[in-house]
């Protein structure tokens, strides 16, 4: 419910949040939009702490200290391709805390009106996103086996520990017994857990991404339970374009909502053998191909973002160029761990934004190209996906098969994220280049300059 | 209350068309920056968390609002340093070419 004296701060902070999102979804004001945001939420923090008649003064001051500290300079600090996985583990703290304000007001004598469904509903919602994202943290950073986790009677087991979650709460609402809501807490902890368990890493992103939105709704019924519009609206927000974001990430990899969340991706054995054989290549012939190409299509992936190969990756093109060949970047929407990754990665090398390529812009072209250089990508160039039965079947990928040579530039012989074996590294066209991204490409650009 | 039942229903729904409209043709180069903002802007359970911990009554109270705010911090602050070195990127790059991505 809704308090009627809110400080005209909040007001202010949720209309800047709203402006900030407008100017996230804009590359040109993306930078200025983050900024916008920040400062609504100093004030907004801020008018929190000076609220009248508040007490724990200090202790607040050292829980932001406590929490905010390690959070700030983690996340200076990480490698831009631990990007995702901290976004996760944020995200988690948030859906944490918000299950958290539940428990205080749940735990209080005296229930506010309506503040008990509400809060309960944020309790449920916060818990499932904390211990969620934590497994989904937990996949990506690699502490973790990113494939998906499957045993017997999975599904009915995961809807008992739901259902048994919800009837805590409803025994809590009806009866008013307080003794339910660590049951109720604890099993929404578990079902989050139990939810991601079988999620392999291939959708990773989309569960990211949906748990992001979960926090937002999280959020916006506490903050509604509290009376507090700011929490209210902004989580509303978040919980919205949350939702519309996870459904065009999910929509990008031709997957529905639903076959992410209970579909176990990667869980199916590969049946049918590769036919062919793995071709390596000497980087002076792969050099030679580059040198003697007239159009070359780069295909990154998560292997570059790795190794970190993005600057060698634009010196690459500048040589290959400089030899009179047009260079284009092929970008599959969840190259790397999240869509965007490979844009952000190449962004940060001086990549011109003209030289990216959608799959839908740059498919057709496959059949012109003369070297197609796949740089740690996998699952999003294996046409294993156009074939009916296998895991990655429907996935939309790049047509990278029908160029005129692939080379593929891999660190070892290793599967993807999916697990699925790739049936184009054993194409007649394809050539194997193994080694770690940036020092083979860093090389390739010395052996073309000799060319 | 129920005014302000209907007033908090009302306020859900225009904020989630907000939300919807205002990401809607966001070019999929911004979309894990975008994830990244929004993670941060849900970081204003902070607010909520902070005066959770400063009505606290009892000692229980007391340790999990603590509990939220450091938890609430943590989103924060991690979600402003993530999303700011990700969108600082962008701008190390060239003159962009006139409004790339819009489709």
Redesign the interface.
Known sequence: MLARFDPPVYLAAVLFFILALKRMSHPATAKGGIRWAGAAMIAATLAAFLTPGLGHLGLILAAVAAGGAPAWLLAGKVPMTDMPQMIAIYNGMGGGAAAAIAAIELLRARWAPLSAPLSVLGGLIGTISFSGSVIAFLKLQGWMRSRAVIYPLQKPGNILVLAASLLCAGVLLHSGDRSCVVPFLALGLLFGLLMTLPIGGGDMPVVISFYNALTGLAVAAEGFAVGNAAMGVSGILVGAAGTLLTLLMAKAMNRSLGDVLFGAFGAAEQTSEVQGSLKPIELSDAAVALAYASRVVIVPGFGMAVAQAQHKVKELMDAVEARGATVKFAIHPVAGRMPGHMNVLLAEANVPYDRLFDRDEINSEFATTDVALVIGANDVVNPAAHRPGSPLAGMPILDVENAKTVIILKRGQGKGFSGVENELFYRDNTRMLYGDARDTVGKLVLELKKV | ?TP??W??LY??IL??????E???????????????????????????????????QTP???S???????????????????????????????K??G????R
């Open positions: 209350m302000d039942l007033a908090s306020i859900a904020a989630a068309f907000t939300g919807f205002v990401i809607a043709r966001v070019p999929a180069l911004l979309h894990t920056p975008l994830m990244s903002g929004s993670n941060f802007i849900h970081g204003i359970v902070l607010v909520g968390a902070i005066l959770a911990l400063g009505r606290a229980l109270e007391t999990i609002g603590f509990l939220a705010v450091a938890l609430a911090s943590a989103n924060v602050l991690g979600g402003y340093a993530v999303t700011a070195r990700m969108l600082d990127m962008f701008e190390s790059g060239k962009k070419p409004a790339p991505g819009v």
